[in-house]
């Protein structure tokens, strides 16, 4: 059986943030670029839920971790 794979839409879908790519875009646009000492999860402006669930997946590798991987290295990308 495969693993499902995830997009970024889905992935912030299910952080309750709204998952339009315009709106992933700005999202990402705001908030970085994240110090590289700032760990995702650890990152100011999530809930204590978000974090708790972006933290989790990677320690698990869940199905959702490439995803979370792919929006860790977006936001602490320089502009």
């Not at 809930?47 to 929006?71: K, R």
């Amino acid at each position: 059986m495969e693993a499902p794979i995830h997009t970024m839409s889905n992935l912030f879908a299910q952080l309750g943030l709204p998952s339009e790519q315009a709106s992933i875009e700005h999202f990402i646009e705001t908030h970085r670029p994240l110090a590289t000492s700032i760990l995702l999860s650890e990152a100011p402006f999530w809930t204590p839920a978000q974090a708790t669930f972006l933290s989790e997946e990677l320690l698990e590798d869940a199905d959702w971790a490439e995803v979370i991987d792919e929006l860790n290295a977006e936001l602490h990308a320089k502009r």
